[in-house]
């Protein structure tokens, strides 16, 4: 029986006896409220669609400024969820028209009759619930009241047009349009002189179409954009065979993907490719047109490292210089302000050929500044430009705006929706808000929206949300909230995910910073569909993990909790691992596990290149050792690090570290020699700490022929690695040198005691196990050499040692040891600092180009390696700025041990 049937029958009167019953109003009768209406009625929910137009579309029905268009192809950007759908309606492009687009949506309504249950022409005034009643008591400026179980908004991310803010706009005496309010008449432009004022998607769109119409066109540019051809025409052969061979297939995988289309996850780095090779893909791209193609298909780090985005910006501008034929008009043209991909880059049609015409003429704003809107045009700090039409394409307050904006929302005990997003969105999983109970929003901030084809996005949170509330209406709950601690758990989430890509570096709608006075921060989840559809199908099957249920006789269900604490790419990997059901290592005997590490190591992404790389050997304590040495590209002599790769004391050699030698030799710009000490069982206790010590003492006498600076040395070391660091720099300190001056112990082994809670809390399930462990303490120490401060340098004396960096890992086993280490240093008097890295596990340091989350923490220890030796910390790239929200800051938190640590 639907809810309202039921309310009707046996709840109290509502707060307004006169307010139409309902079981869910929608907002919004674009993408999402259609789809929305149809599996709501489907699933037997008395469902009214409200809207302020006066027909379906949403943004489709706004946007109809000249040029509009779709920049997904049509062929990913249609609705998934009825097989027979897809195959009745044929695109005829493949960039739709907005036109063409909202013949689709009419289609859509007709073909599931769902008009009638739509109410156009009617905006709503104010949403405020009912706590007695448990429903939502909408008022419409019709003068109507709506009471409703459920309260969605389905208003599309970019609905609210921003106002331009330029003073004067009402003294202009001729026509203004905005694209995002484009009127339904036919607007006249032939024979006049037009304005466009901006240069984001719509203006790109707009502004060659206009010129073709136009006795003359300006354009008031403030910040160049990249676009890239769209080349439209017929829908793709080869794409739409891809489809139509095996549609079902094609759409999961569209739904796993990183952006809502199935391109493949790429894995060869920027710097793995030749120039020729990535000229060749870049020209593909080019050739193509398609924009997450494009986005995505160039090289894996050209969306989440800045020297491989700063490739892909290079390529573009050299494309604009080819295209414009007035190299100043170019230069203008060129973006340099941001990443390329950190503010949407716009499909389009003949942009940058349009300024060859004649009759178009570039304002570069940021060296002439619109003054004013004069009664005949508008001013610049240097000109008058006399115009009859001025188009707007000034973009929106966007994601937010139509939420938060467009009516007061009061939840639970009156809190208004703006005062708790004041400093930013807060949301879990960008569908609901604490204190809000049963308010959803389709596509909402907090979400992968519009980083992603909307269309498989809207379809997820359409499902996710209606079979909820099938599921409730089975179970008899009548109330679902986020709690608090979710939804705090949530935006750090967003905030470690903002790590992954470069959209934090920019200006733009994504981070509010296009609407003065916004909140700044990441609004939209960067972590790719597939992740979050995870996430969402995990907090199902976790109970739903994160709300609170309630029902009409008292019952409550509450299974509270974070749903992600793991970094997102920590998360991606060890569910990968999980997959592959590896075999636990220590089942494999010595020689098993070093052929398997070395088969895992073979696979990994090669590490970046460095000015030079040179393997030798030098004296140890019993023969030779080899090391690999790893030269920085910029002039020397360069401070030294002698650097102690992991393994458990069994594995690996002198190059398995590779990637991260190479990493930390550019961070730090230091020479970085690994050594290959000896590995039990061949050689048990104590080999591999006097191998260590005795190569410390080597190079630190030979710095100078290594090409290194000569003076005090330094210390690294990951794992078994940080536990021979930490013991050469015991030993240095009794034994009369070489003098360090720093050591940096990565996740270090400090102790054989197996009852700290870091080793029952992580014992599996995060690749390096207790079973592990314990193979390795066996294989290399016996339990009576164990509490000799060689093995346990935790037990040794520690005053008078070197300062230290010690780098703990919230998901690892040895992580309650390291910390241990840390607060026994500074309460020995060692100055220490300490970087307790949430959501990272073991191997989340070296796994360079894999876990990209944790490379804020490789640089944070490269700095203290050049604070070790002081030299000056690094620069910040003078050519981004980072935007964040307050209180979403990089979840890894570094502090002064000095005797004191925080809970992890
Ligand atoms: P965008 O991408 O926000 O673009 C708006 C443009 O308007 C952008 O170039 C702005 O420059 C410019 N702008 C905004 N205010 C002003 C003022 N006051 N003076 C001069 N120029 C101004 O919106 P769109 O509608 O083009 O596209 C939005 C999305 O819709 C798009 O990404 C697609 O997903 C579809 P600024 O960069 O702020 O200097």
Redesign the pocket.
Same mark, same amino acid.
């Given at each position: 029986m639907p809810d309202a049937t039921l309310a009707g029958h046996a709840s109290k009167a509502t707060s307004d006896s006169t307010a139409r019953q309902v079981d869910v109003v929608v907002v919004g009768a674009g993408f999402a409220g259609l789809y929305l209406l149809h599996r709501l009625r489907k699933a037997g929910f008395a469902t009214m669609v409200l809207d302020e137009a006066e027909d379906i579309g949403g943004t489709w029905y706004w946007n109809r400024y000249p040029g509009a268009r779709c920049?997904i192809q049509t062929i990913d950007y249609s609705y998934t969820f009825d097989p027979e759908l897809e195959t009745a309606w044929k695109w005829s492009e493949k960039y739709a028209t907005q036109p063409e687009i909202l013949r689709y949506l009419g289609f859509i309504a007709e073909r599931y009759d769902l008009r009638s249950d739509i109410r156009f022409r009617t905006r709503i005034t104010t949403a405020t619930w009912d706590d007695a009643e448990e429903r939502w008591l909408l008022t419409t400026d019709d003068g109507g009241t709506i009471s409703c179980r459920y309260y969605i908004m389905a208003t599309g991310c970019?609905s609210t047009p921003k106002p331009?803010? %330029?003073a004067g706009i009402g003294d202009f005496k001729g026509e203004v349009y905005f694209?995002?309010r484009w009127p339904h008449k036919d607007v006249k432009l032939a024979g006049k002189r037009v304005a466009v004022?901006?240069?984001? !998607?719509?203006?790109i769109q707009a502004i060659p179409v206009i010129a073709e119409q136009a006795a003359h066109l300006t354009v008031?540019q403030?910040?160049p !954009?990249f676009a890239l051809p769209a080349h439209n025409g017929p829908v793709l052969a080869d794409r739409l065979a891809l489809l139509e061979r095996d549609r079902a297939s094609y759409r999961e995988q569209a739904r796993w993907s990183l952006a809502g289309v199935p391109w493949p996850q790429q894995t060869l780095v920027s710097w793995q490719l030749s120039d020729t090779e990535r000229r060749e893909r870049f020209e593909k791209a080019w050739a193509m047109g398609d924009l997450i193609y494009f986005v995505s298909q160039l090289w894996a780090d050209q969306g989440s490292d800045l020297d491989g985005s700063a490739l892909v910006a290079e390529l573009v501008r050299e494309k604009i210089r080819a295209i414009v034929n007035d190299p100043k008009t170019a230069a203008i043209l060129s973006p340099h302000d941001h990443p390329f991909g950190a503010k949407?880059p716009c499909l389009d049609t003949n942009y940058y050929a349009t300024y060859n015409r004649a009759n178009v003429t570039l304002v570069n704003?940021r060296e002439e500044p %619109?003054a004013a809107m004069i009664a005949t045009g508008i001013t610049t700090s240097q000109r008058r430009f006399d115009l009859d039409i001025i188009v707007f394409?000034?973009?929106?307050d966007a994601m937010t705006g139509a939420i938060m904006a467009v009516h007061p929302i009061s939840g639970r005990g009156g809190k208004s929706l703006s005062a708790v997003w004041a400093d930013g969105p807060q949301t879990y999983l960008g569908l609901t808000v604490a204190g809000f109970p049963n308010l959803f929003m389709i596509t909402g901030p907090g979400s992968p929206s519009?980083l992603s084809n909307m269309i498989v996005s809207i379809e997820q949170h359409v499902d996710w949300v209606v079979d909820r509330l099938t599921a409730m209406r089975e179970a008899g709950f009548t109330t679902i909230e986020a709690t608090e601690t979710a939804q705090a758990g949530w935006a750090r989430h967003l905030a470690d995910c903002s790590t992954l890509t470069l959209h934090r570096l920019a200006n733009t709608?994504y981070t509010g910073a296009?609407v003065p006075g916004k909140a700044l921060g990441v609004m939209p989840y960067t972590g790719g569909v597939g992740l979050y559809r995870s996430i969402c199908n995990d907090v199902v099957s976790r109970g739903l993990l994160g709300f609170r249920l309630t029902g009409p006789d008292h019952s409550e269900q509450c299974n509270d909790g974070e749903i992600v604490r793991l970094q997102p790419d920590v998360r991606i990997l060890l569910t990968m691992m999980a997959d592959m059901k590896l075999p636990a290592i220590e089942s494999l005997g010595v020689a098993g596990a070093r052929a398997f590490t070395a088969m895992l190591n073979a696979r990994r992404p090669a590490g970046r290149p460095v000015g030079e790389i040179v393997d030798g050997t030098l004296p140890g304590s019993d023969g030779p050792l080899p090391y690999r040495l790893y030269r920085p590209v910029t002039p020397g002599p360069h401070p030294i690090v002698v650097y102690f790769h992991g393994g458990g004391w069994v594995l690996g050699d002198e190059k398995s570290d590779d990637p991260f030698c190479r990493d930390m030799c550019r961070r730090s710009e230091m020479i970085f020699v690994s050594v290959g000490y000896r590995r039990a069982p061949e050689h048990r206790f104590p080999t591999a700490v006097e191998d260590g010590y005795a190569a410390t003492r080597w190079i630190a006498e030979h710095a100078t022929e290594l090409g290194g600076r000569g003076g005090p040395i330094l210390v690294a070391g990951w794992s078994a690695g940080g536990n021979i660091a930490a013991v050469t720099c015991q030993l240095a300190r009794d034994r009369g040198g070489p003098e360090i001056a720093g050591q940096l112990l990565i996740c270090p082994v400090t102790d054989p005691s197996f009852d700290r809670p870091s080793y029952t809390e992580n014992a599996t399930g995060y690749f390096l196990t207790r079973s592990l462990m314990c193979w390795f303490w066996d294989t290399y120490c016996s339990p009576a050499d164990r509490t000799d401060p060689r093995a346990s340098p935790l037990r040794g004396k520690l005053a008078g040692l070197p300062r230290a960096f010690v780098t703990t890992a919230e998901f690892d086993p040895l992580r309650d040891e390291g910390i241990a280490y840390a607060k026994a240093l500074g309460a020995a008097g060692v100055p220490v600092e300490q970087l307790k890295a949430c959501g990272h596990f073991h191997a989340s340091f070296a796994m360079v180009d894999v876990v990209i989350s944790a490379a804020s923490e490789r640089a944070k220890m490269a700095d203290a390696l050049r604070r070790f030796a002081a030299q000056p910390q690094y620069m910040e790239r003078p050519d981004v700025h980072l935007s964040a929200r307050p209180g979403t800051s990089a979840r890894a938190v570094e502090q002064v041990a000095q005797g004191e640590s925080a809970s992890q």
């Amino acid at each position: 029986m639907p809810d309202a049937t039921l309310a009707g029958h046996a709840s109290k009167a509502t707060s307004d006896s006169t307010a139409r019953q309902v079981d869910v109003v929608v907002v919004g009768a674009g993408f999402a409220g259609l789809y929305l209406l149809h599996r709501l009625r489907k699933a037997g929910f008395a469902t009214m669609v409200l809207d302020e137009a006066e027909d379906i579309g949403g943004t489709w029905y706004w946007n109809r400024y000249p040029g509009a268009r779709c920049d997904i192809q049509t062929i990913d950007y249609s609705y998934t969820f009825d097989p027979e759908l897809e195959t009745a309606w044929k695109w005829s492009e493949k960039y739709a028209t907005q036109p063409e687009i909202l013949r689709y949506l009419g289609f859509i309504a007709e073909r599931y009759d769902l008009r009638s249950d739509i109410r156009f022409r009617t905006r709503i005034t104010t949403a405020t619930w009912d706590d007695a009643e448990e429903r939502w008591l909408l008022t419409t400026d019709d003068g109507g009241t709506i009471s409703c179980r459920y309260y969605i908004m389905a208003t599309g991310c970019l609905s609210t047009p921003k106002p331009p803010e %330029i003073a004067g706009i009402g003294d202009f005496k001729g026509e203004v349009y905005f694209t995002g309010r484009w009127p339904h008449k036919d607007v006249k432009l032939a024979g006049k002189r037009v304005a466009v004022v901006g240069t984001g !998607s719509s203006g790109i769109q707009a502004i060659p179409v206009i010129a073709e119409q136009a006795a003359h066109l300006t354009v008031f540019q403030r910040t160049p !954009s990249f676009a890239l051809p769209a080349h439209n025409g017929p829908v793709l052969a080869d794409r739409l065979a891809l489809l139509e061979r095996d549609r079902a297939s094609y759409r999961e995988q569209a739904r796993w993907s990183l952006a809502g289309v199935p391109w493949p996850q790429q894995t060869l780095v920027s710097w793995q490719l030749s120039d020729t090779e990535r000229r060749e893909r870049f020209e593909k791209a080019w050739a193509m047109g398609d924009l997450i193609y494009f986005v995505s298909q160039l090289w894996a780090d050209q969306g989440s490292d800045l020297d491989g985005s700063a490739l892909v910006a290079e390529l573009v501008r050299e494309k604009i210089r080819a295209i414009v034929n007035d190299p100043k008009t170019a230069a203008i043209l060129s973006p340099h302000d941001h990443p390329f991909g950190a503010k949407r880059p716009c499909l389009d049609t003949n942009y940058y050929a349009t300024y060859n015409r004649a009759n178009v003429t570039l304002v570069n704003l940021r060296e002439e500044p %619109i003054a004013a809107m004069i009664a005949t045009g508008i001013t610049t700090s240097q000109r008058r430009f006399d115009l009859d039409i001025i188009v707007f394409a000034t973009g929106f307050d966007a994601m937010t705006g139509a939420i938060m904006a467009v009516h007061p929302i009061s939840g639970r005990g009156g809190k208004s929706l703006s005062a708790v997003w004041a400093d930013g969105p807060q949301t879990y999983l960008g569908l609901t808000v604490a204190g809000f109970p049963n308010l959803f929003m389709i596509t909402g901030p907090g979400s992968p929206s519009v980083l992603s084809n909307m269309i498989v996005s809207i379809e997820q949170h359409v499902d996710w949300v209606v079979d909820r509330l099938t599921a409730m209406r089975e179970a008899g709950f009548t109330t679902i909230e986020a709690t608090e601690t979710a939804q705090a758990g949530w935006a750090r989430h967003l905030a470690d995910c903002s790590t992954l890509t470069l959209h934090r570096l920019a200006n733009t709608w994504y981070t509010g910073a296009n609407v003065p006075g916004k909140a700044l921060g990441v609004m939209p989840y960067t972590g790719g569909v597939g992740l979050y559809r995870s996430i969402c199908n995990d907090v199902v099957s976790r109970g739903l993990l994160g709300f609170r249920l309630t029902g009409p006789d008292h019952s409550e269900q509450c299974n509270d909790g974070e749903i992600v604490r793991l970094q997102p790419d920590v998360r991606i990997l060890l569910t990968m691992m999980a997959d592959m059901k590896l075999p636990a290592i220590e089942s494999l005997g010595v020689a098993g596990a070093r052929a398997f590490t070395a088969m895992l190591n073979a696979r990994r992404p090669a590490g970046r290149p460095v000015g030079e790389i040179v393997d030798g050997t030098l004296p140890g304590s019993d023969g030779p050792l080899p090391y690999r040495l790893y030269r920085p590209v910029t002039p020397g002599p360069h401070p030294i690090v002698v650097y102690f790769h992991g393994g458990g004391w069994v594995l690996g050699d002198e190059k398995s570290d590779d990637p991260f030698c190479r990493d930390m030799c550019r961070r730090s710009e230091m020479i970085f020699v690994s050594v290959g000490y000896r590995r039990a069982p061949e050689h048990r206790f104590p080999t591999a700490v006097e191998d260590g010590y005795a190569a410390t003492r080597w190079i630190a006498e030979h710095a100078t022929e290594l090409g290194g600076r000569g003076g005090p040395i330094l210390v690294a070391g990951w794992s078994a690695g940080g536990n021979i660091a930490a013991v050469t720099c015991q030993l240095a300190r009794d034994r009369g040198g070489p003098e360090i001056a720093g050591q940096l112990l990565i996740c270090p082994v400090t102790d054989p005691s197996f009852d700290r809670p870091s080793y029952t809390e992580n014992a599996t399930g995060y690749f390096l196990t207790r079973s592990l462990m314990c193979w390795f303490w066996d294989t290399y120490c016996s339990p009576a050499d164990r509490t000799d401060p060689r093995a346990s340098p935790l037990r040794g004396k520690l005053a008078g040692l070197p300062r230290a960096f010690v780098t703990t890992a919230e998901f690892d086993p040895l992580r309650d040891e390291g910390i241990a280490y840390a607060k026994a240093l500074g309460a020995a008097g060692v100055p220490v600092e300490q970087l307790k890295a949430c959501g990272h596990f073991h191997a989340s340091f070296a796994m360079v180009d894999v876990v990209i989350s944790a490379a804020s923490e490789r640089a944070k220890m490269a700095d203290a390696l050049r604070r070790f030796a002081a030299q000056p910390q690094y620069m910040e790239r003078p050519d981004v700025h980072l935007s964040a929200r307050p209180g979403t800051s990089a979840r890894a938190v570094e502090q002064v041990a000095q005797g004191e640590s925080a809970s992890q």
